[in-house]
């Protein structure tokens, strides 16, 4: 068995984040499908083997994929308005004068604070961890993906699977595209 493509470097960091990991396992499935698909050099029961790999890393991209929209959307209008929130506060403290004004500006900005900390404890901390089970659901089932694939293709064709990342490996690497924010160039 090769030493496949988690070996070669092209496994995304395990501190990518939850989107991250859902861009690289979906480039992943693009690339099983493609082959499935285009590859006029597979034998049939190879094509049939892909054709399942896909089947099942598609279920835990839909899986991944369900545990990273709550979590975004957290992110993106609940939390936000947290930080907001301690930012204004902020900006009183700062601004505030000397005497009643600077303490009732600080109290707001503790109030703010607590809110802002009982709100990662009791809303982002359980998505958080959802999503984080999630990853590693992903990443166990693309390294039995790579066992299996390993046993009866050649090394060249899974690590072909796997898209280039950027230094770090924290993401895919998307050379020439100013609309993405992983925009940069492979190692």
Known sequence: ?????????????????GLRHLRWAREVLATLEAHVEHNPALAGADREALRGEALALGAAVQALSGAVKPYRDFLERTRVRYRGRVRVAEHLVRGSGAGGADEAARARLEEALAELAAMEETQRRPLKEALSEEIDRLREAMARMDARLAERLSAELVENLYPPLTDGASRVADDGDPDDDAAASPR
């Open 1 to 17: 068995m090769s030493a496949g493509p988690h070996a070669g470097g092209r496994l995304l960091a395990r501190g990518a984040s």
